[in-house]
């Protein structure tokens, strides 16, 4: 494989290809979430995913495929067992997943929990169910304000979230009371992902607006990473966007906090402007919590075309020595019942400018094998205990 200098690791959040074999046992079964945006929105304008080969590797209605693909491209398998997004991000990093990580999506926190949360933090639990974030704050802020009480809720992913009103709650007491359930939630039976300290400023419904003040509490992950391994040979890793708390920081040089998934895209393509040596690794979440979750194909469909179009900036930025990589961290079709992420394999496209001709690679059975091609590309090691072998590119 020719050694690339900068490798840029883009995760379109979300983004599945098609069910997995083993999609019935998520209740997934059909699942599809590019194929069936693409197949419900007219006029569907990807043009630079498109040359790439995304339409050779997936077909999507209303888009043809290219004679000439520029990109390397297959579809990749989920070796781990789960459907969120920090088991796709550490499983593209060598960590296999063999419990999942608890969410609580049916029915809420269980009592013994939120009994010792109140008891801990001296607020009364109110909400105590999966909902969307801004959503909860219609129903539940103007409560908070007047009461003191404390708005806790989930969601698909493994997450506790705890609202608190930067005035009147204050930021001090939110992250205290985070820190409290990011304690309380290390017990397996209550084992969370990530506690997200969620504040939010407005005094009435209609005027609430969550504030760049979110702090995340996350696990670290259980073993060494491919992050890991190239920060300690003295490479650069930089974050964009969550990356930065799904791995809690480990293994990385350098986070950039994104405000939306374009805002994300136009960091990556200044980071492109820079000289480092090493990766970059981008999560754009906006095509997932905003879209997928909520089941809204149109607004999926018009953030992959927002996304695109960064994406064509993005690539005249490419040195002859640059590898990008696309891919994604799980599904969410949002045309699939329920609220829930979806079980799906997910993209994998390769290019760089050096490339002599795009096309197919054979289809592999882990995530794993984004960070083994990193690492293997920089003649370094995977971690012991980690999954995945490198693709030839």
Known sequence: MKKYNRIFT???DSLGVGAMPDAAEYGDVGCDTLGHIAARTENFKIPNLRRLGMANLHELPGVDPVEAPLARYTKLKEASNGKDTMTGHWEMMGLQITTPFKTFTEHGFPPELIEELEKRTGHKVIGNKSASGTEILDELAEEEIATGHMIVYTSADSVLQICGNEETFGLDELYRCCEI???LTMKD?????????????GKKKGEFKRTSNRHDYALKPFGRTALNVLKDAGLDVISVGKIYDIFDGEGLTESNKSKSSVHGME?????????FHGLCFVNLVDFDALWGHRRNVAGYAAELERFDVKLGELLKELKEDDLLI???????DPTHTGT???????PFLAYSPSMEAGGALEEADTFAVIGATITDNFDLAMPEGTIGTPLSL
Not at 267 to 275: N, P
Not at 340 to 346: A, G, M, Y
């Open 10 to 12: 883009i995760v379109l």
């Open 189 to 201: 039976e209550w084992k969370v992902g990530r506690v997200i300290a969620r504040p939010y400023t």
């Open 267 to 275: 960091q990556t393509i200044e980071i492109a402007k820079r000289e």
């Open 181 to 183: 359930a990011r304690e």
């Open 340 to 346: 829930d992420h979806t079980r799906e394999k997910v």
């Open 326 to 332: 696309l891919t994604a961290d799980h599904g969410n």
